[in-house]
């Protein structure tokens, strides 16, 4: 994997993908208003991670991951789960439940029901932890030979690029589906597939 071509990839999805998404109307609730402000911000939060990377801030890029992530849950609960007490308990500075209880109050609901967002839990949030609260991967990566710098592994960076386009694609399709636009989600699966899958 080259990194170059990851930026670019990344740098073409997000421009191309918030001028679809701009302007966007829905038919207003406080938990549609929840949620999408929600997915905005793990949109907002894949734009942070491609310019750090490209500023070769790369240990700060990926202690965004996790709460990229998290945005997302969050967003998906509060659009299929959360009750009107619990989105204005939240909008009054209460925090909603962990996230694995969100997980599996998602994937009570049909479209979820593959449970995929729980194994990527499981897989991945051990590591999201370790590089948002400064553990071994963060500290190894900064040791090379006699001095300390930055020595993170570029195909890993590859990876971080990618791993935020996924989240920031699914982020997309739940605005467009909030929004009640097959128009908006076709678009955007198009334009995915054509950055991200032509060479599958």
């Not at 491609?50 to 991951?65: K, R, Y």
């Not at 509060?78 to 209880?101: M, N, R, Y």
Request: hydrophobic fraction near 40%; aromatic fraction near 8%; charge should be negative.
């Amino acid at each position: 994997m080259d990194i170059e071509t990851e930026l670019d990839k990344s740098e073409a999805w997000m421009v191309q993908s918030n001028t679809l998404i701009d302007g966007t109307n829905f038919e207003t609730t406080k938990e549609r208003r929840a949620s999408v402000a929600l997915f905005h911000l793990a949109l907002e939060h894949q734009s942070a991670i491609h310019l750090l990377v490209h500023n070769h801030v790369w240990g700060s890029a990926l202690v965004l991951l996790r709460p990229q992530f998290e945005a997302y849950v969050r967003g998906l609960w509060f659009e299929h789960c959360a009750s009107e007490e619990q989105v204005d308990s939240f909008l009054t500075g209460k925090e909603p439940p962990k996230i694995g209880k969100l997980i599996e109050a998602i994937e009570q609901v049909e479209a979820f029901g593959e449970k995929s967002l729980s194994s990527v839990k499981k897989s991945l949030w051990g590591k999201l932890n370790d590089y948002t609260h400064g553990g071994t991967i963060q500290v190894i990566a900064r040791n090379r030979k006699d001095e300390i710098a930055s020595n993170y592994n570029p195909e890993h960076m590859c990876g971080v690029l990618q791993s935020a386009a996924v989240i920031a694609y699914s982020a997309s399709l739940e605005i467009a589906k909030v929004a009640d636009s097959e128009e908006l989600a076709t678009k955007l699966m198009k334009l995915h597939k054509d950055l991200y899958q032509e060479n599958l």
